[in-house]
T-cell receptor, first 111, second 112 residues
């Protein structure tokens, strides 16, 4: 089955800096890669996703890149703000299977 | 729309007690999921239901059972609770794979 590894487990940045979170997956058949954000005490919510037919996707300050050959994908947050502080989860799956999540990255943005 | 709802929000059980966590969605989604979240362990899939009438085991199914009562409702049952089942439980739903999953607010369960 699919296995998703996520690094780092914690990340501290200064406001305005960029943050990068990386994930690797094991099943080469996986072709859907979402990212979820979970604020303290809240439920996870989708922030961006990418499918295997594209290499990069952007939405304002966040972007995701995918390297299918190397089986890894990354979340990039630019111009970080205190409200970006949260736990971020990557996930992967293929058609007909359930999402498998990474263990999460706690991002702290200090002002 | 209420989205995904879960009951109860909090529960304390003694070892060996049983209980059922309820989940309902009003988005006409086909698939529903149960996860547990433990510190440093991420979201681990317990069971899922790809469509009404089907259920499948996830990564950590031992000690749990599920029922897909109808398209809207998916319940999780602990027959004999153990301290290792202390966790936050999230229910989620989506239209199908490759689509956004919507999560419920979670149930914080403590087993003494």
């Amino acid at each position: 089955g699919e296995n998703v590894e996520q690094h780092p487990s914690t990340l501290s940045v200064q406001e305005g800096d960029s943050a990068v979170i990386k994930c690797t997956y094991s099943d080469s058949a996986s072709n859907y890669f979402p990212w979820y954000k979970q604020e303290l005490g809240k439920r996870p919510q989708l922030i961006i996703d990418i499918r295997s037919n594209v290499g990069e996707k952007k939405d304002q300050r966040i972007a995701v890149t995918l390297n299918k050959t190397a089986k890894h994908f990354s979340l990039h947050i630019t111009e970080t703000q205190p409200e970006d502080s949260a736990v971020y989860f990557c996930a992967a799956n293929q058609a007909g299977t359930a999402l498998i999540f990474g263990k999460g990255t706690t991002l702290s943005v200090s002002s | 729309n209420a989205g995904v709802t879960q009951t109860p929000k909090f529960q304390v059980l003694k070892t060996g007690q049983s209980m059922t966590l309820q989940c309902a969605q009003d988005m006409n989604h086909n698939s529903m999921y149960w996860y547990r979240q433990d510190p440093g362990m991420g979201l681990r899939l317990i069971y899922y239901s790809a469509s009404e009438g089907t259920t499948d085991k996830g990564e950590v199914p031992n000690g749990y059972n599920v029922s897909r009562l109808n398209k809207r409702e998916f319940s999780l049952r602990l027959e004999s609770a153990a301290p290792s089942q202390t966790s936050v439980y999230f229910c989620a739903s989506d239209r199908a794979t490759y689509n956004e999953q919507f999560f419920g607010p979670g149930t914080r369960l403590t087993v003494l």
